[in-house]
């Protein structure tokens, strides 16, 4: 599976868009990009996918450039909950449900 | 409907001891996968099962194990334990279709295994 890389770790003030960046530029043609989150002891939430077009959902937009070596996880208007670890993955759908986690963004929610 | 239920969600062992847990998961989910996450490694994958057979496996030791029956229910056993092992244990069911739109993967709240 291709590499992601992302900040290690961001901040964003409430109420503002938080936009979380992921280089993917190993992407090959036939990989999603995925997001997940996990807040403190909880287990991994899934946010979004995409291809190549950019998605919505009701918790976050996907930016994909055109190129596809990179995309954008925009939370829109951020609240203290969305304090968590986020991590962008690519993964192949011809292939089984094994997921390649990184190490991840964590997002700090400022008051 | 009710999400991925993984038992118990906190347990201590002795090393040498052998530990068995439990994923139950979304209704009409077939594929269910198991993850260990420690605070140095991360989030890694153990080994996916679908339809009772293990489809994939990650880079653990056999004493690392797993089964799934026939109502989709997951347990994973790890043996001999080692102070290693020490780590949240996560569940992860999907459909296990791999068409766009049903490849989304939910997670339980983890069972968190200290070894001592």
């Known amino acids: 599976d291709a590499k992601t890389t992302q900040p290690t770790s961001m901040d964003c003030a409430e109420g503002r868009a938080a936009n979380l960046p992921c280089n993917h530029s190993?992407?090959?043609?036939?990989?999603?990009v995925y997001w997940y989150r996990q807040i403190h002891s909880q287990g991994p939430q899934y946010i979004i996918h995409g291809l190549k077009n950019n998605e919505t959902n009701e918790m976050a937009s996907l930016i994909i450039t055109e190129d596809r070596k990179s995309s954008t996880l925009i939370l829109p208007h951020a609240t203290l909950r969305d304090t968590a670890v986020y991590y962008c993955?690519?993964?192949?759908?011809?292939?089984?449900?094994?997921?390649?986690f990184g190490k991840g963004t964590r997002l700090h929610i400022l008051p | 409907k009710a999400g991925v239920t993984q038992t118990p969600r906190y347990l201590i062992k002795t090393r040498g001891q052998q530990v068995t847990l439990s994923c139950s998961p979304i209704s009409g989910h077939r594929s269910v996968s198991w993850y260990q996450q420690t605070p140095g490694q991360g989030l890694q994958f153990l080994f996916e099962?679908?339809?009772?057979?293990?489809?994939n496996k990650g880079n653990f030791p056999g004493r690392f194990s797993g089964r799934q029956f026939s109502n989709s229910r997951s347990e994973m056993n790890v043996s001999t334990l080692e102070l290693g092992d020490s780590a949240l244990y996560l569940c992860?069911?999907?459909?296990?279709?791999?068409?766009?739109?049903?490849?989304?993967?939910?997670f339980g709240q983890g069972t968190r295994l200290t070894v001592v």
């Open positions: 190993t992407i090959s043609g036939n990989e999603y």
């Open positions: 099962y679908f339809s009772e057979t293990q489809r």
């Open positions: 993955i690519v993964r192949m759908l011809n292939r089984d449900d094994k997921i390649i």
């Open positions: 992860a069911s999907s459909l296990g279709d791999n068409r766009p739109g049903y490849t989304e993967a939910f």
